[in-house]
């Protein structure tokens, strides 16, 4: 018997160069608008390929914006994946339009693309999507697709930072990719995220909104601190720490998605000698994982019983997840709104109800990897 291992789900990798990094911005008197914001948006572009990139307070708040730019409203309706965060599908119902679920695949958990096509109608202003764990949907025929209907595409990269479809990275093939620092994400700022876009100008258009909608250069020679706005705005803005933060993380980025990719790899060949247990992945070579977790779909009785395996996994000190504990169509607000048939969304009920999310980031090695799998191995044994 091997000795209890402790493996936490996530645990946000934070060393001295992050810590001084934060320090020198306390250090001096810029805390907001200030130069390592600036720093931030030109590295981030640069290590994703955008041209460019704009900081914002979260995910949420990138999606947000990126909605809002629609300028959509009731009466609208943007297609979205059943199986994601909330934060998805919050950003269409914050904007009056009516967000229209469509159930995922199975084998990535991304959104179907045939389920897609059927659910376009005359309303349908644009299709969200989600790069499901990390896991990149196919963007090439996405793109086709809202081409052909004259649909704007939206995506959810929170957990994508790193993924790649025919070598492009993700949140470049539509209006504008959504990415996540939240603490258990691929890095982290502590609360942040960032906007990117191929289409500059309307990047700087949601800039703008993120920071009241303030427009300077209509009042330009005037003094500073004299400005002018011309529609309604947000404060979705970072700090100056949080882009520091963001900075100095950014560095460790190939190193943490080697890991990841490493205990991934590690982790699935391990869990091949469980009867029917499956996983999602990637789909062929084109899609370039980012590697956020491995999510595990339980076979027979273990699905059944999957609070218990959860519990058995703690005890062992696998400190496990659920991406996402249920539908977004099925969460009360949503189901209450518009109504909730669970046989229009068999797939996304698989991963709810029957799936866990087991960790695979840059804290964790192939020790914990094997650990993990034969402890679930156990499991399996004992519950079949
Ligand atoms: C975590 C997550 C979000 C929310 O990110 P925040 O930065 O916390 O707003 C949105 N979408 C997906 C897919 C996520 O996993």
Known sequence: MTSRRDIPFGRPDIDDADRQAVLEV????????????????????????????????????ALHLSHMHLGIGPGDEVIVPAQTHVATVHAVELTGAKPVFVDCEIHTGNVDLALVEKAISP???AVTVVHFAGIPANMARLRALADAHRLKVIEDCALAVGARFQGRHVGLWGK?????????????????????????????????????????????????????????????????????????????????????????????????????????????????SSHYCLVAMLPGKMGDKRSEV?????????????????????????????????????????IS????????????????????????AQLAGEMT
């Open 310 to 350: 959860v519990e058995r996994l703690k005890e062992f000190g696998v400190g496990v997840s659920v991406y996402y504990p249920q539908p977004t169509p099925r969460m009360s607000y949503y189901r209450n709104r518009y109504g909730y048939d669970a046989r229009n969304f068999p797939h996304a009920e698989i």
């Open 176 to 288: 504008s990719g959504c990415f996540s620092f939240y603490p258990v994400k691929h890095m982290t700022t502590g609360e942040g995220g960032m906007l990117i876009s191929c289409h500059t100008d309307e990047l700087q258009e949601m800039a703008n909104f993120r920071a009241f909608n303030v427009d300077r250069s209509a009042n330009r020679p005037q003094a500073p601190g004299v400005y002018d706005v011309a529609g309604v705005g947000l404060n979705y803005r970072m700090s100056e720490m949080a882009a520091a933060l963001g900075r100095s993380q950014l560095r460790k980025m190939p190193r943490f998605l080697a890991a990841r990719a490493a205990n991934f790899h590690t982790l699935q060949s391990r869990l091949r000698d469980i009867p029917g247990l499956q996983w999602l992945d990637a789909d062929g070579e084109e899609a370039q």
């Open 123 to 125: 309303r349908t202003r």
């Open 26 to 61: 306390l250090q001096q008197h810029v805390l907001t608008h200030g130069p390592q914001c600036k720093a931030f948006e030109v590295e981030f572009a640069a290590f994703v390929g955008a041209p460019a990139a704009v900081t914002v307070s979260s995910c949420m708040a």
């Open 353 to 376: 109800d029957r799936s866990i999310a087991l960790p695979v980031g840059p804290h964790l090695d192939a020790t914990d990897m094997h650990y993990m799998g034969d402890r679930l």
